[in-house]
Structure formats: C-alpha cells, structure tokens
C-alpha cells in the first residue's frame, strides 16, 4: 500500500550542483504534480502530468524540468541549483485533474537545501 | 492568478477549546478542499465541499463553503492535542478557455493545541 514514494527525504546541493527528485506512484494514477512548500507561502505547482509523455508548466517552472517517460515515474531535474530553490519539494499524484471530488495524494516530501 | 488568503497564520490554543480558520478569495471556485499536514509528512485531505453555502461536519470538524462559494472555513470543537498540524485550504477553479482546472493552497494555518 505505497501510494507515492519519494527519494530522498533529505538532501543538500552546493550552489550550481544538479539533482534529480524521484517519485513514483503505484495507483495508476494518470495525473501526477510537482509542488514545493515555502514557510507561510502554501504549496506553489512547479509542473504537472496528465499522462505519459504530456508535461506542462505549473506557477514556478523556472530553474526545473521534469520528463514522464511512464504512468508510474514523474521525475523532478534541478539544474545549476540556487539558494532560492531551498524548499520543501511534495510530488502528489491524481486519478483526474482537479476534477470536483478529486483528491490528491502527497509523497511524504523531499527537504532541499542549497547552500 | 487566483489567490487564496487564510487567517490567522498561526493559531496557538488550549486543550478543550473552539477554533474557527478561515480560508477568503476574490476569485469563485468550483469547489474547495481542505487538507491536514504533519510535520514531515505530506498534506492529507479531510473534506471537499462543492456547494455554495454547503456545510460538512467529520467528528469536531464543521467545514462551511460559502453561498457565493469565494470562502470557506473550518471550525473545531473542543480541539484536541491530536489537532495539531498546518490545515491548508485549496481551491479548484477553471480558466476560462483551458481543459483543465487548477488548485490553488492558501498559504496554511499552523494550530498547536496545549494540553
């Protein structure tokens, strides 16, 4: 009973370093999400997933690129990392896309730092 | 861009006492969610209202959607030591043109509650 799993939990980045976030769900969920957490700022969308091989750019994409090679696998690339990617970094995953009654479900977080 | 406001941000109570948070945009959404995080873990819905002026209760929880469907708000009774957590609002609406709907977090209320 997995649902989304993230690696790794924690991780720290020197700054112009690359890293790549991975999450994976096992719900056959079609929809997929890329958020990150800010103290006092909610969760921004980075990128989202309808379905393998369609990505599109959420409110913050700048600095991110993420590929959906497999319903399953939506991983997050970090090039050249900054300090204003420190963050908190949630992948959620969706049957449908913000439908009335749908719901997310979050992986447990990927804590970044950038120094 | 649609913007959620929630208040207060931090909300620090005793064992056995009421709360209410609120959760205000500008913008009308087709429906509001409301969802729960731990530390170290990942948001965790607790209700979806759909409904202007629609009212949900789960235990001590009372969820109110407004009639003009622009607010919401969660109040507790007798809040528990086990309430603790950041409760974020987020609400889902449908740009004008698009296929799909976006949700937007509010930026969370942090609740302790003393024992």
């Known amino acids: 009973n997995a649902g989304v799993t993230q690696t790794p939990k924690f991780r720290i980045l020197k700054i112009g370093q690359s890293m790549t976030l991975q999450c994976t769900q096992d719900?056959?969920?079609?929809?997929m999400y890329w958020y990150r957490q800010d103290p006092g700022m909610g969760l921004k969308l980075i990128y989202y997933s309808v379905g393998a091989g369609i990505t599109d750019k959420g409110e913050v994409p700048n600095g991110y690129n993420v590929s959906r090679s497999t319903t399953e696998d939506f991983p997050l690339r970090l090039e050249l990392a900054a300090p204003s990617q420190t963050s908190v970094y949630f992948c959620?995953?969706?049957?449908?896309?913000?439908?009335?009654?749908?719901?997310?479900?979050f992986g447990s977080g990927t804590q970044l730092s950038v120094l | 861009t649609q913007l959620l406001e929630q208040s207060p941000q931090f909300l620090s109570i005793q064992e056995g006492e009421n709360l209410t948070v609120y959760c205000n945009s500008s913008s009308v959404f087709s429906s509001l969610q409301w969802y729960r995080q731990e530390p170290g873990e990942g948001p965790v819905l607790l209700v979806t209202?759909?409904?202007?002026?629609e009212v949900k209760k789960l235990k001590r929880l009372t969820f109110q959607f407004g009639d003009a469907r622009k607010d919401s708000s969660l109040h507790i009774t007798a809040a528990q030591p086990g309430d603790t957590g950041l409760y974020l609002c987020a609400g889902v609406y449908y740009a004008g043109g698009t296929s799909y709907g976006k949700l937007t977090f509010g930026q969370g209320t942090i609740l302790t509650v003393h024992p």
């Open positions: 719900m056959n969920h079609n929809y």
């Open positions: 209202v759909v409904t202007g002026g």
């Open positions: 959620a995953s969706s049957h449908a896309v913000f439908a009335t009654n749908e719901k997310l479900f």
